[in-house]
């Protein structure tokens, strides 16, 4: 079974362009959590979903940040309009049900780069 | 909402010694506290948890210790070895929620 897989691993954009960062969950798992890290601190919630639903996006600023989960496909996080402070490791964790499990795996991470 | 502090922020040992790091929380209703290694330029790995129905949880060399009175818990490693010098990091959730909650971590040196 798979690990959780994100891509690019690394990414570089300029002032004002779009991120794009995909999240593919482990298999069987419907439950994805967004984060951000930046360097020397610790994880920041942005968003959880569920398959197709944002059930908490209340970590995410409602500019220029938006999330998603199809039915099919991975999940995306979209960065429009990047500024450097949008410069982070983001990781995205995936979670068979949920906080009521408990557990979640995390992705090795997409480092952006706003230049 | 839920608030998790951790400390020490660094943390050095020798080898072979035992190293804990402890982490507070201020809500209640947490349930569930696991704890997350994290290497140079890696995801987070998960390396043990603990519910709130227990005290106390060992695997190995790591141990999970939980006062759910005091609202603490805490991540001890004996016989360190250079190999779990990384960031550890703690996180508390409750059933009724949607989030985790991490601490702010811990960069743990083992000195050979």
């Known amino acids: 079974n798979a690990g959780v897989m994100q891509n690019p691993r690394h990414l570089v954009r300029r002032r004002g362009q779009e991120a794009r960062l995909r999240c593919s969950p482990m298999k069987g798992h419907s439950h994805v959590y967004w984060y951000r890290q930046l360097p020397e601190e610790g994880l920041k919630f942005m968003v959880y979903l569920q398959k197709e639903n944002i059930i908490d996006e209340s970590g995410m600023p409602k500019e220029r940040f938006s999330a998603e989960f199809p039915k099919e496909g991975p999940s995306i996080l979209r960065i429009q309009q990047v500024v450097r402070g949008d410069s982070a490791a983001y990781f995205c964790a995936s979670s068979p049900k949920g906080v009521r499990s408990g557990e979640q795996y995390f992705g090795p991470g997409t480092r952006l780069t706003v230049t | 909402g839920e608030n998790v502090e951790q400390h020490p922020s660094t943390l050095s040992v020798q080898e072979g010694d035992s190293a804990v790091i402890k982490c507070t929380y201020s809500d209640s209703a947490s349930n569930y506290f696991p704890w997350y290694k994290q290497e140079l330029g890696k995801g987070p790995q998960l390396i043990i948890d603990i519910r709130s129905n227990v005290g106390e949880k060992k695997d190995q060399r790591i141990a999970v210790t939980l006062n759910k009175t005091a609202k603490h818990f805490s991540l001890h490693i004996t016989e360190t070895q250079p190999e779990d010098s990384a960031v550890y990091f703690c996180?508390?959730?409750?059933?009724?929620?949607?989030?985790?909650?991490f601490g702010t971590g811990t960069s743990l040196t083992v000195i050979p």
């Open positions: 996180a508390a959730s409750m059933n009724t929620g949607n989030q985790f909650y």
